[in-house]
C-alpha cells in the first residue's frame, strides 16, 4: 500500500473484491469483511486515509453490482453501502475493538434485501402485528376448501386440520401449501439469527456423504455457506440440518470477555 | 440581551445549514442578524465557539423534538425503536429539511483534533447511545450491536439524503431498520 493511498478507492480494493465471491451480492458484503480483515494488517493504518467520502471508484463497481443483483435504486443502495462502509472504516480505526465493520456488513445486507424484496416492509410488519387475522383467514380458506370436497375426496379432508394447525405457524404451513414460494422477511432475519448465533460458537456439522443428492446442494450452500435459500421448499430442507447443528458457545463467550 | 445572542445564534444555524459552515464568514452572519461583529465576538469570542453553540442547540433540539415524538406517539417503551425510523423518515422527506449538524460538521472538519469534529463525534455517540437505551427498553439483547448497525444506516441516508434530496434512500434505510430490529428480537 503506497503512502497516502485511498484504500476505499484503489483498484486494488476493486481486484480483491472482484475474486471475492460469484454473486454480486457477495461481491458487496465482502468490502466488509476485507476492510475489517486490512485494516489490521501492518503498516495499513499509517499509511492509509478515508479524508473524503467520495471514492468514486469505488462507487461505480458497487452500482454495477447493485444493478446485477436487481436492486430498485442500484445508485442509492451503492452509495449507501459505500457510506456505510467509509463511516464503519473510520470507526474502525478510531476505535479498534468497536467491530463496527461486521456491523456495517449486516446492515448493507439488510439494505440489500429492502432493495431486492420490495414487499418485505409489509411482510414483516403484517407477519407481527396481525397473526391471529392470518390464523382466522386460513381458517376460512380451509373451511371453504373443506365444503367443496366432499365424500370421495375424503383423505383430503381428513388432512384439512393438520394444514389448519401448521397455518397458525410461520413458514412451516406455507411450505404445505405452495412449496416454491418465496422467502419472507421474517423466514431470512430468523435464519440470520441462526447463522449469527452459530458464528459465536464452535459448531459440529452433520456429515454430508449420508444425504441424498438434493439436500447435499442446498446443506453446502445454505447451511454451510449462509446463503438464503431460495424458496420454502429448500429453506425447510436446509432448516432440517440446522437442527442437527449442535454448537457449543462457552469457549467463545469467555475468549470475548477478555 | 439574550435576544441578541439568540438572533444571532439562529442565523448562524440557518446559514451553517443552508451554505455551509466554512463557506459562511461572521461578516455574512452579522449582516443578516443585523449586528455587528463586536456583538458577536462579545456573546460568543470566536466562530469556533459560534459554530458549537449552533451545534449544541441543533443537537438539542433534535432529540427533543424525537423524544418528544416518541413519548407522545407510543405506549409502549418497546414500541418506541419500532416507530424511530419512521419520525427520522417524516423529518428527512420534509420541506425544512437541510441536513443534520453533526455529520455536515465532521464532513466539513475531518481532522480529529479539530474541537467541532470532536464534538460532532461525540454528538454521534450520544445519538447511538440514544438507540441503545430505545433498545433495551425494548429488551434487545444485543441492544449495542443493533444500536450500531441502525446509527450506521442513519448518517449513511442522512449524508445520501444531503448529497442530493429526495434520493430516496430514508425510505430503505427505514426498511432495512425494520428488518434488523426484526432479527434482533428474535434472538
Given at each position: 500500500m503506497h503512502?497516502?493511498?485511498?484504500?476505499?478507492?484503489?483498484?486494488?480494493?476493486?481486484?480483491?473484491?472482484?475474486?471475492?465471491?460469484?454473486?454480486?451480492?457477495?461481491r458487496?458484503?465482502?468490502?466488509?469483511?476485507?476492510?475489517?480483515?486490512w485494516?489490521?494488517?501492518?503498516?495499513?493504518?499509517?499509511?492509509?486515509?478515508?479524508?473524503?467520502?467520495?471514492?468514486?471508484?469505488?462507487?461505480n463497481?458497487?452500482?454495477?453490482?447493485?444493478?446485477?443483483l436487481?436492486?430498485?435504486?442500484p445508485?442509492?443502495?451503492?452509495?449507501?453501502?459505500?457510506?456505510?462502509?467509509?463511516?464503519?472504516?473510520?470507526?474502525?480505526?478510531?476505535?479498534?475493538?468497536?467491530?463496527?465493520l461486521?456491523?456495517?456488513k449486516?446492515?448493507?445486507?439488510?439494505?440489500?434485501?429492502?432493495?431486492?424484496?420490495?414487499?418485505?416492509?409489509?411482510?414483516v410488519k403484517?407477519?407481527?402485528t396481525?397473526?391471529?387475522?392470518?390464523?382466522?383467514?386460513?381458517?376460512?380458506?380451509?373451511?371453504?376448501?373443506?365444503?367443496?370436497?366432499?365424500?370421495?375426496?375424503?383423505?383430503?379432508?381428513?388432512?384439512?386440520?393438520?394444514?389448519?394447525?401448521?397455518?397458525?405457524?410461520?413458514?412451516?404451513?406455507?411450505?404445505?401449501?405452495?412449496?416454491?414460494?418465496?422467502?419472507?422477511?421474517?423466514?431470512?432475519?430468523?435464519?440470520?439469527?441462526?447463522?449469527?448465533?452459530?458464528r459465536?460458537?464452535?459448531?459440529?456439522?452433520?456429515?454430508?456423504?449420508?444425504?441424498?443428492?438434493?439436500?447435499?446442494?442446498?446443506?453446502?450452500?445454505?447451511?454451510?455457506?449462509?446463503?438464503?435459500?431460495?424458496?420454502?421448499?429448500?429453506?425447510?430442507?436446509?432448516?432440517?440440518?440446522l437442527a442437527?447443528?449442535?454448537?457449543?458457545?462457552?469457549?467463545m463467550?469467555?475468549?470475548?470477555s477478555? | 440581551?439574550?435576544?441578541?445572542?439568540?438572533?444571532?445564534?439562529?442565523t448562524?444555524s440557518?446559514?451553517?445549514?443552508?451554505q455551509?459552515?466554512?463557506?459562511?464568514?461572521?461578516?455574512?452572519?452579522?449582516?443578516?442578524?443585523?449586528?455587528?461583529?463586536?456583538?458577536?465576538?462579545?456573546?460568543?469570542?470566536?466562530?469556533?465557539?459560534?459554530?458549537?453553540?449552533?451545534?449544541?442547540?441543533?443537537?438539542?433540539?433534535?432529540?427533543?423534538?424525537?423524544?418528544?415524538?416518541l413519548?407522545?406517539?407510543?405506549?409502549?417503551?418497546?414500541?418506541?425503536?419500532?416507530?424511530?425510523?419512521?419520525?427520522?423518515?417524516?423529518?428527512?422527506?420534509?420541506?425544512d429539511?437541510?441536513?443534520?449538524?453533526?455529520?455536515?460538521?465532521?464532513?466539513?472538519?475531518?481532522?480529529?483534533?479539530?474541537?467541532?469534529?470532536?464534538?460532532?463525534?461525540?454528538?454521534?455517540?450520544?445519538?447511538?447511545?440514544?438507540?441503545?437505551?430505545?433498545?433495551?427498553?425494548a429488551?434487545?439483547?444485543?441492544?449495542?450491536?443493533?444500536?450500531?448497525?441502525?446509527?450506521?444506516?442513519?448518517?449513511?441516508?442522512?449524508?445520501?439524503?444531503?448529497?442530493?434530496?429526495?434520493?430516496?434512500?430514508?425510505?430503505y434505510?427505514?426498511?432495512?431498520?425494520?428488518?434488523?430490529?426484526?432479527?434482533?428480537?428474535?434472538?
Open positions: 503512502e497516502d493511498s485511498d484504500l476505499l478507492d484503489s483498484s486494488w480494493l476493486i481486484y480483491m473484491l472482484a475474486k471475492s465471491s460469484n454473486t454480486p451480492e457477495g458487496l458484503l465482502s468490502l466488509f469483511d476485507i476492510l475489517n480483515d485494516l489490521k494488517a501492518p503498516n495499513v493504518l499509517q499509511h492509509c486515509h478515508l479524508s473524503s467520502a467520495n471514492h468514486a471508484l469505488l462507487l463497481y458497487c452500482i454495477a453490482q447493485a444493478q446485477a436487481g436492486a430498485e435504486n445508485e442509492i443502495l451503492a452509495e449507501h453501502i459505500v457510506l456505510i462502509a467509509h463511516n464503519a472504516a473510520q470507526q474502525n480505526i478510531a476505535h479498534p475493538l468497536s467491530n463496527s461486521m456491523h456495517a449486516k446492515a448493507a445486507n439488510a439494505l440489500i434485501l429492502a432493495q431486492t424484496q420490495p414487499a418485505i416492509a409489509v411482510t403484517r407477519a407481527n396481525k397473526p391471529i387475522a392470518y390464523g382466522i383467514a386460513a381458517t376460512l380458506v380451509l373451511a371453504i376448501g373443506a365444503s367443496l370436497i366432499w365424500a370421495p375426496f375424503m383423505h383430503e379432508q381428513q388432512s384439512a386440520p393438520q394444514m389448519h394447525a401448521e397455518a397458525s405457524n410461520t413458514h412451516s404451513s406455507k411450505h404445505a401449501v405452495t412449496p416454491a414460494q418465496a422467502l419472507t422477511a421474517q423466514d431470512a432475519t430468523q435464519m440470520y439469527a441462526k447463522f449469527e448465533l452459530m459465536q460458537g464452535s459448531c459440529q456439522f452433520p456429515e454430508v456423504l449420508q444425504m441424498p443428492d438434493k439436500h447435499k446442494a442446498i446443506y453446502l450452500e445454505n447451511v454451510v455457506g449462509g446463503k438464503l435459500p431460495a424458496n420454502l421448499e429448500d429453506l425447510a430442507i436446509a432448516n432440517q440440518y442437527k447443528i449442535r454448537c457449543n458457545y462457552t469457549p463467550l469467555m475468549a470475548a477478555k | 440581551m439574550t435576544g441578541l445572542r439568540e438572533k444571532i445564534l439562529t448562524a440557518n446559514l451553517f445549514q443552508t455551509g459552515i466554512n463557506s459562511t464568514g461572521v461578516d455574512t452572519i452579522v449582516a443578516v442578524a443585523g449586528t455587528t461583529k463586536m456583538t458577536l465576538y462579545k456573546y460568543f469570542g470566536s466562530k469556533e465557539v459560534l459554530i458549537l453553540e449552533v451545534l449544541k442547540q441543533g443537537h438539542l433540539d433534535f432529540q427533543n423534538w424525537l423524544n418528544d415524538k413519548s407522545n406517539n407510543t405506549k409502549q417503551p418497546s414500541e418506541k425503536l419500532q416507530k424511530l425510523f419512521d419520525y427520522i423518515e417524516e423529518w428527512v422527506t420534509s420541506p429539511f437541510h441536513g443534520v449538524g453533526f455529520i455536515k460538521a465532521s464532513a466539513e472538519f475531518p481532522q480529529e483534533d479539530n474541537p467541532v469534529h470532536q464534538l460532532s463525534s461525540q454528538q454521534s455517540q450520544q445519538f447511538k447511545q440514544y438507540i441503545h437505551h430505545l433498545a433495551t427498553e429488551n434487545i439483547k444485543d441492544a449495542e450491536g443493533l444500536s450500531l448497525q441502525l446509527s450506521l444506516i442513519f448518517e449513511g441516508a442522512v449524508q445520501a439524503e444531503q448529497m442530493k434530496r429526495g434520493s430516496g434512500a430514508i425510505k434505510a427505514k426498511t432495512a431498520a425494520k428488518i434488523l430490529i426484526d432479527g434482533a428480537s428474535k434472538q
